[in-house]
């Protein structure tokens, strides 16, 4: 496998609970892949190592063969600015912000002029299903439609890596198979690697590959079921 992002040998424990027990993960570019598993089990843990939000106790995080995990805070702060994209349960919208700049606001954090970030994020709606809504408030958007606005943020960066934690855990199954076919296509479009916590075994289905962590470790990955991608 040509990895984008590889996980070696990550132990993170909390007092003495171990969150991860030694894992090994490697994804590839464009490849969306799905970690599933009780709660407890380690998966969030996981992401966060990967996404450089918290360190391992010991292990590597490597992007692209550089190992992150020895990074200062400000560089890893720039690099999840930059290189990564994120798409929370809860979408954190600013609810001040039109859906427009909230599509932008990586960029304008990072200097890009509102006029400029503005115009880029507006390339994302039309591809989301969500023309003529530039204008409307978080507050005036439906849960799909919010979560939509996430993932445009998440891409507007053209990130090597986009995260989702339980992307679809506040929408009804409808509304989640929706999104999840949107967030799946548009990253693999736009030549991003998905790594996405979920419960959902639906939401798992639409990956290339499916990892199952319990108690720190992973078990055997899969293939999910034929014609459900």
């Known amino acids: ?75 890893l702060s720039e690099l999840r600015r930059r290189r990564f994209g994120f798409v ?25 002029p509102r006029r400029h970030a503005v115009a880029r994020a507006r390339r994302w709606f039309a591809p989301l299903g969500l023309d003529g809504l530039e204008q409307r408030r978080p507050g005036q958007l439906s849960g799909g439609q919010a979560q939509r606005v996430a993932i445009a943020r998440a891409l507007v960066s053209e990130p090597d890596v986009v995260f989702a934690d339980e992307p679809t855990g506040a929408l009804d199954q409808a509304t989640s198979e929706e999104v999840i076919a949107v967030l799946t296509q548009v990253t693999r479009e736009q030549g991003a690697s998905l790594v996405m916590v979920t419960h959902d075994p639906d939401v798992a289905a639409r990956c290339d590959r499916v990892l199952h962590v319990r108690d720190g470790r992973i078990g055997e990955p899969t293939q999910p079921a034929p014609g459900r991608r």
């Open 88 to 112: 929370f349960q809860a979408g954190q919208l600013l609810p001040e912000l039109p859906a427009e700049e909230n599509a932008a606001l990586p960029l304008m954090l990072e200097g890009t």
């Open 1 to 75: 496998m040509n990895a984008v992002l590889s996980g070696l040998g990550l132990v993170k424990k909390y007092g003495s609970a171990t969150a991860l027990g030694g894992i090994d993960v490697e994804v590839a570019r464009r490849e969306s892949v799905a970690i599933m598993g009780p709660s407890g089990s380690g998966k969030s843990t996981l992401l966060h190592a990967l996404a450089g939000i918290i360190r391992p106790d010991s292990g590597q995080v490597l992007l692209g063969g550089e190992r992150i995990d020895q990074w200062s805070e400000n560089r």
